[in-house]
């Protein structure tokens, strides 16, 4: 640049003003040859790449695009521009060297970070990253990085070697271990999540200390994103999902049925012997007359043989309408469509209890959805129900003011009639 210089002073102009004039006209200079430069390689090294990149009709191309990495690349290029221009200014070329060269070690850093989360999001393309997230290796490759990068710049600021404050760093790793307490934990709880296969992206799980029941949306270095079935969003730290229990419903989704569990109270005074007129009531019902033929065969094989006497009802064997009533729900589940046949079905009688006696079901749906799972189940109980008085059994319920009226309206009319009888 000193033809500037020479310019000026064959101008004849004043030595003084030469200098300054000087100086302006060289930082302009330089400033429009870093537009241009800029300008060249953004809207048209970028364009260039850009069409090429499309063309080549790659998924992992576009997202690198969406993520910008050749632009925040393209920055390099005035500062290396004004990097090579520092002479150019001799008093104050060290200053401009280490602002240029600290400029590119930034960056730099935001090139290496937009990178590293375009590589993550291309993994994510991929049906492994649900089973193997690197979100988390992604974090702590970025924190190393722009360790690394402050430890540079400082460095290159204060024109000292970056192993001294290398060394310096031993001192402060208390603090150091203090400031990244959450992320060394988070990323030990990480390696374990994601080797021992604990949790993936898609999964259902349940989590009452921290109030998440819902889908797992994001594995993160410090947090596991979960999204309610409510659509609130749920923040656990990694490391809870070591240190605290959880319920994950993978098993329950892969295996292709849900688990009905619920049971239906029968009140026990309601619990008798079946009598002649039910015995032919119940051989009519479809699900129950291959059930009732047998079990009367049986019975009356087995005290035909053991010659007892069946004008008390308590001696041998006999049908009760709880029995056949449970045999009826059995043989109704198994034609159930909604039922699935290749999983655990049974109905059977639980603990007696002052609710009465309870008749659970235990089965599973044929689909994991959840409005499936509910449509089925309360299909088979408002059946079930509806179906119960016809086997003389009464449902169990406290009594509700309903009740109270009917008995007080009751005991008033009895009273009425006695008073009239007189």
């Known amino acids: ?6 310019l000026l002073l064959n101008m004849e102009l004043d030595p003084s003003l030469v200098e300054n004039l000087a100086v302006i006209i060289k ?7 870093c537009i241009v430069a800029n300008f060249i390689s953004k809207r048209i090294v970028i ?3 850009t069409r090429i990149v499309k063309n080549a009709k790659v998924a992992w191309g576009n997202i690198l695009l969406e993520r910008q990495v050749f632009r925040k690349l393209s920055h390099m290029v005035p500062a290396i521009i004004i990097y090579s221009l520092a002479s150019t200014f001799p008093t104050y070329q060290l200053t401009i060297e280490k602002l240029a060269v600290t400029y590119m070690i930034i960056v730099g850093l935001v090139f290496i970070q937009s990178l590293l989360n375009a590589c993550n999001d291309i993994y994510q393309t991929f049906e492994i990253s649900k089973v193997k997230p690197i979100k988390g290796y992604i974090q702590v490759i970025n924190i190393v990085i722009m360790t690394v990068g402050i430890i ?9 070697s970056p192993l001294i404050l290398l060394s310096g760093i031993g001192a402060l790793s208390a603090v150091l271990m203090l400031v990244f ?13 994601t080797s021992n296969d604990m949790v993936r ?3 259902w799980i349940e989590m009452p200390k921290y109030g998440a029941d819902g889908d797992v ?22 490391y809870a999902l070591i240190s605290d229990s959880f319920i994950n419903w993978r098993g329950m989704q892969s295996s292709g049925g849900r688990r009905i569990k619920r049971s239906l109270y029968v009140d026990t005074s309601s619990i008798t012997f079946c009598t002649q007129e039910m015995i032919e009531k119940f051989v009519k019902v479809d699900y129950l007359s291959d059930y009732i033929i047998q079990k009367e065969r049986e019975i009356s094989e087995y005290n035909e043989k053991n010659q007892i006497d069946r004008n008390n009802p308590v001696n041998g064997r006999a049908l009760t309408n709880v029995g056949v009533f449970r045999a009826y729900i059995s043989n109704y589940l198994k034609n159930h469509e909604g039922i699935n046949q290749n999983m655990t079905l049974m109905v059977r009688q639980l603990a007696h209890s002052e609710h009465g006696l309870p008749l659970e079901i235990y089965a599973f749906t044929n689909s994991v959805q959840w409005a499936v799972y509910e449509t089925v189940q309360s299909d088979i109980f408002d059946h079930l129900f509806a179906v ?28 009425l009639i006695g008073d009239r009888s007189y």
């Open 152 to 160: 540079l710049v400082i460095s290159n600021l204060i024109g000292k």
């Open 1 to 6: 640049m000193q033809f500037i210089n020479n």
């Open 181 to 193: 307490k959450d992320s060394l934990l988070g990323l030990v709880a990480g390696i374990q999540l």
């Open 388 to 415: 119960a008085p016809e086997f003389g059994l009464r449902v169990f319920q406290n009594p509700s003011g309903a009740d109270l009226r009917t008995m007080v309206e009751e005991t008033s009319n009895k009273a």
């Open 47 to 49: 364009r260039i790449i």
């Open 201 to 203: 992206v898609g999964d």
């Open 27 to 33: 930082i302009l200079l330089i400033g429009l040859i």
């Open 217 to 238: 949306i994001d594995i993160s270095l410090n947090t596991v994103k979960v999204q309610n079935f409510d659509k609130t969003i749920t923040m656990i730290p990694s």
